[in-house]
């Protein structure tokens, strides 16, 4: 009886002092993410249709995003990170009266990153700036019979975008864990052609939730 009373305490020092080692673990060498996002869309003409007086368009959609990372520096529970992210989001605003038009915008950001990381192995938060790319592509369809006049698509191509926000990174396993990211887009404005119209420039908000993978 002893002599399980001994192994057992033996099985559990050795698992207390893994578990101490795994959080004592620099944070890295690097992780990928895909993550659900509720992503933010721009509601200024230019970067939508002009449309009628009245109309409705969206200023929120559902998307998706990826992105990997990798560590290096720091001391502790410091560490420098660099990465990138690539994100798409999507959003309608299906009008209430008949003739009204319904908008459909849509989204893409490429957002290179630096990060200041803050942790161990098993969990981080940190803060990142950068500087990437974005598009928007907009679009309206009117339901109604009595429109005459056709409303032009909006495409900016790719504009020059800046990011920042942060978030955290929770492993429940050693290869799986959670994630959320918090972040700023604000894309740079569109100069007015023969064919497009000016965009002011704008800011929008993501919040992603989804998984980690190391």
Request: charged content about 15%.
């Amino acid at each position: 009886m002893r002599m399980r009373i001994w192994l057992l305490c033996a099985a559990l020092i050795g698992m207390s002092g893994t578990a101490w080692a795994q959080v004592q673990d620099p944070i890295g060498p690097a992780v990928f993410d895909v993550r659900a996002t509720l992503a933010g869309l721009p509601k200024s003409e230019g970067w939508t249709p002009t449309l009628p007086a009245d109309s409705e368009v969206p200023n929120r959609g559902l998307g998706l995003q990826g992105g990997a990372h990798v560590y290096f520096g720091g001391r502790g529970a410091f560490r420098f990170g660099v990465g990138a992210a690539f994100g798409m989001g999507r959003g309608t605003a299906v009008p209430k009266a008949g003739d009204a038009p319904e908008v459909t915008t849509r989204v893409r950001t490429l957002a290179p990153q630096l990060s200041i990381n803050f942790g161990h192995r098993l969990g981080w938060s940190y803060i990142s700036a950068g500087y990437g790319r974005a598009k928007v592509t907009s679009e309206a369809v009117v339901t109604g019979t009595t429109a005459t006049t056709p409303i032009v698509p909006v495409d900016t191509g790719w504009v020059g975008a800046i990011n920042f926000g942060g978030g955290a990174r929770w492993f429940i396993t050693e290869h799986v864990g959670v994630t959320l990211d918090l972040r700023w887009h604000k894309l740079g404005s569109v100069a007015e052609t023969p064919t497009t119209l000016a965009a002011p420039r704008t800011t929008l908000f993501d919040f992603g939730f989804g998984l980690a993978f190391r």
